[in-house]
């Protein structure tokens, strides 16, 4: 069992950045692919970003040069660094842990999620 726990929401605005961090409780979290996922109001939830354990990234082409997702393993921690941003980028953004994961940008990849976190740009 991972329990993950999101912080760094907030309200900004546009053109503003935020940090978004997600603590694993788990130690064998370098194992785990972590992803942030996001559910914009009304919308269903939609994949942002991937970290495989070796360190590499994916991306969504709405995210792309604007994000960027790292991981910290000795703190069992990834986070998502968030700049420029756009009303659009509203939502409650999750984070989640995958051990089996297939291609990584579906939400059936990942066995663990937080409960989320709110992220409000204004215009």
């Known amino acids: 069992q991972v329990q993950l726990e999101e912080s760094g929401g907030g309200l900004v605005q546009a053109g503003g950045s935020l940090r978004l961090s997600c603590a694993a409780s788990?130690?064998?979290?370098?194992?785990?692919?972590m992803a942030w996922f996001r559910q914009p109001p009304g919308k269903e939830r939609q994949f942002v970003s991937f970290?495989?354990?070796?360190?590499?990234?994916t991306y969504a082409d709405s995210v792309k040069g604007r994000f960027a997702i790292s991981r910290d393993n000795a703190k069992n921690t990834v986070y998502l660094q968030m700049n420029s941003l756009k009303p659009e980028d509203t939502a409650v953004y999750y984070c989640?842990?995958?051990?089996?994961?297939?291609?990584?940008?579906?939400?059936?990849?990942?066995?663990?999620w937080g409960q989320g976190t709110q992220v409000t740009v204004s215009s």
């Open positions: 970290i495989t354990r070796n360190g590499g990234t």
């Open positions: 788990r130690r064998t979290f370098s194992n785990y692919f």
């Open positions: 989640a842990a995958g051990s089996g994961v297939v291609s990584g940008i579906r939400i059936q990849d990942y066995n663990y």
